[in-house]
């Protein structure tokens, strides 16, 4: 009996063990497990990252695309021209294009598209990218012309976001459970809190089938990518579990990096922070490398300014304010600040609740009492971003070249330079490449002398993935997990 | 009996409709925009405007609370603010996790504390009763979560006999799905048996200590039929009442279990609707588990009638 037992126990283990590696071995199938499930599926209807991470470029497809390394290039825009004022783009598009419903896409797609995004009851996150768009007519069914009210440097850039993907007019109301697009992968499935299932709509791709697993803890991620259950996970949650898996032969970490520009934030408009000598006597008390050390396990770059350092227009203001609790002192008593009390609101990610741990233990070095607050995304939303209400805050801004939000009226750092307005201005009237450079480093020389935030660490990215898997982006110029060249060796 | 059960219908309906009442007003006050949350730090006031028009936020408060009891009565549920499917949709493909989970969990407990509990009992002050004692304690100390933690390293990623986490769906297969649940049923199990262990024995203690246990033994009756004939029955309405409590606090409490080895159930479901303020989900939710805990309740009494026939005259 117990013999019988025994072997029954044994054969049943060993089926369920031959099921639980088969994912790995196969080699055109892919599991990537996520932290976060996306709410839906519609990249032009919501801001969650989690959204474009399943489908950009992989299911939806934009006019222009953002490659890892955060440079555009075409997509159904094949090529295009601009006019000399900079007011005109003609884009002409790639021929025999359908979606996965097998309707075809022409130029009447995209005037629908850019149109619906733009529209006064649009309900896209991004509304402001189409900003400086006047008209987008079909000129032919291959071309389109866009017609724009003032010049905007940036429209290839931003036609590349998620939130600018074209979709058809028969499907664009149920994308959000039945996403069609025109990218290389087509939706199959989504068993809800599980996994989004995606399959390869020609026979060459070298990945067949993908499935997006959504495993929230971080400890079940490991546990899961060591047990084989998935073979990747594009930005590990866990920075302290990555030493083990850089130690492990079967696994790869690449540590790339993402836009994530991780800050203090100031309220700029509330006493004494409204004073420069106390942003800046708090910009000195801080010690990023120490932040860097023991909130992500040294994962992360410092950076001086609100700019990510792997871009070529980032300039190195990190010697600014040196950590130097004494100097942050002498200059809180030349503000008359001392004593300071000031209130710390972090939202759940791990980078502001541990990070703010530290930030708080700095200040008080330098003679500041911080209360810290944890908040929910939703207070974090309502209270600090909308209502301003708040001293300091630590969030990461992972919107790309997003320098521009320090010139707008009523943004939650209550900043308001006519200097940087001017800056802004004439970087959006100008598609020169060097000029941009150089207006954009202007910009960032005149965010650090004002001290309007302590910028304190570029997020990395911590992918782990599964010897032999090749092609997977090291860095995140764009909310994005693109497994179009991903294979297995 | 049938007056006691229309008295005890009429509580139940009452009390489910004051915690749809409370639940409103809760969530009313609740700070969170949530066309904020799904438009992000970008949007713009008149797409905010657009979108809460569309999600029905703008319209007054008791009409929104008589939309939802109406719909609720009428058999329809509102439509997810973020999943965009019908709310009972959403609940019903949770339940076909949490339930079957809660349920394994239960039976793994009931038959391993109840043996477990008599056993230590008959066997008060010796070797048996201190083993199954010790291990009560240490089954009621350790944290489900941290169980949970060492069955998947050892289970999963040492020996590789179960997935360390997820649920393919019973579309899958009733064995897959079945398989995938066995790990988070047991990290369930062990604390709710641990407690079980403890009151079977208790119980069964203060059972035999009674004088009619002394007249079966003076009668000759053998004590394995004592036992199970007697004692165990009498001992039951103890033993009932925490497998009813048990029994919602699985289907309830099992979020961080459910967390650990990322299964799609309710406890995920209610903790990400909180935090994506989902609020049409949360309400519908909420109510379904103070439902489960009235209706288990409801059953316990039930039982108790059944089981103690004083009960039924005495409710």
Known sequence: ?489 | MLAFLARRSLVLLATLFAASLAIFLVLEVLPGDPALLILGLEARDDTLAALRSQMGLDRPAPERYLAWIGGLLAGSSGISHTYSVPVFELIGARLAVTVPLAAIALVLSTVLAVPLGMLAATRRGRMGDYGVMGFSQVGMAIPNFWFAILSILLFAVTLRWFPASGFPGWQAGAGAALWALVLPAFSLALPEAAILARVTRASVLETLGADYVRTARAKGLGERRILWGHVLRNALIPMTTILGLQFAFLVAGSIVVEAVFALPGLGRLIFQAVSQRDLVVVRDVVLLLVAVVVVVNFAVDIAYAMIDPRARRAA
């Open chain 1, 1 to 489: 009996m117990s013999r019988l037992l025994h072997a029954i126990t044994l054969s049943v283990a060993v089926s369920f063990a031959a099921f639980a590696v088969a994912p790995a071995q196969a080699k055109d199938s892919l599991a990537i497990g996520f932290t976060l499930e996306p709410p839906h599926l519609d990249p032009t209807a919501g801001a969650a990252a989690a959204i474009d991470e399943i489908v950009y470029a992989n299911l939806f497809e934009g006019l222009t695309r953002i490659d890892q390394n955060g440079v555009v290039q075409p997509q159904l825009a094949t090529s295009w021209d601009i006019s000399g004022d900079g007011l005109t783009y003609t884009f002409h598009l790639k021929d025999g294009v359908t979606f996965h419903d097998g309707t075809a896409f022409d130029a009447s797609d995209v005037v629908f598209s850019l149109d619906r995004a733009r529209a006064d009851d649009s309900v896209n996150a991004q509304k402001p990218l189409f900003a400086a768009i006047d008209k987008v007519v079909a000129v032919d069914p291959k071309t389109v012309r866009i017609a724009l009210s003032r010049p905007e440097g940036a429209l290839l850039f931003n036609l590349g976001w998620g939130d600018a993907v074209i979709v058809a007019p028969e499907s664009a109301t149920t994308n959000k459970t039945d996403p069609v697009g025109t990218g290389p992968f087509r939706f199959v499935h989504w068993a809800k809190g599980d996994r989004v299932e995606l399959e390869a709509v020609s026979k060459d791709q070298p990945i067949q089938k993908v499935a997006f697993r959504f495993i929230p803890d971080p400890s079940a991620q490991v546990a899961a990518l060591k047990a084989g259950d998935i073979d990747a996970v594009a930005n590990l949650n866990a920075p302290e579990a990555v030493l083990a898996f850089q130690a492990d032969a079967n696994f790869e970490v690449a540590i790339g990096s993402t836009e994530g520009e991780t800050i203090l934030a100031m309220n700029n408009a509330r006493a004494p922070l409204n004073d420069i000598r106390v942003r800046r006597a708090i910009s000195h008390a801080i010690d990023r490398q120490a932040i860097i050390e023991g909130a992500m396990f040294g994962f992360g770059t410092p950076i001086g300014t609100h700019f990510a350092p792997h871009s070529p227009a980032y300039v190195d203001l990190v010697a600014t304010y040196p950590h130097d609790p004494a100097k942050a002192m002498a200059l809180l008593k030349e503000a008359g600040a001392e004593n300071l009390k000031l209130t710390l609101k972090l939202p759940p990610p791990a980078y502001a609740r541990r990070g703010g741990e530290v930030v708080a233990a700095q200040l008080k070095e330098a003679g500041i009492d911080v209360e810290i607050i944890p908040v929910e995304w939703a207070q974090w939303l309502e209270q600090v971003f909308r209502g301003t209400d708040y001293d300091l805050t630590i969030v990461s801004h992972t919107e790309p070249m997003d320098i521009g939000i320090y010139a707008r009226d009523k943004y939650y750092f209550n900043y308001d330079s006519p200097e940087l307005k001017a800056v802004m201005e004439k970087l959006n009237a100008t598609s020169d490449p060097d000029a941009r450079t150089k207006l954009l480093g202007e910009a960032q020389e005149i965010v650090t002398h004002d001290a309007v935030a302590v910028y304190m660490f570029q997020l990395a990215r911590l992918g782990v993935w599964r010897k032999g898997l090749k092609g997977m982006w090291h860095n995140a110029p764009v909310q994005a997990t693109d497994i179009t060249g991903v294979r297995w060796e």
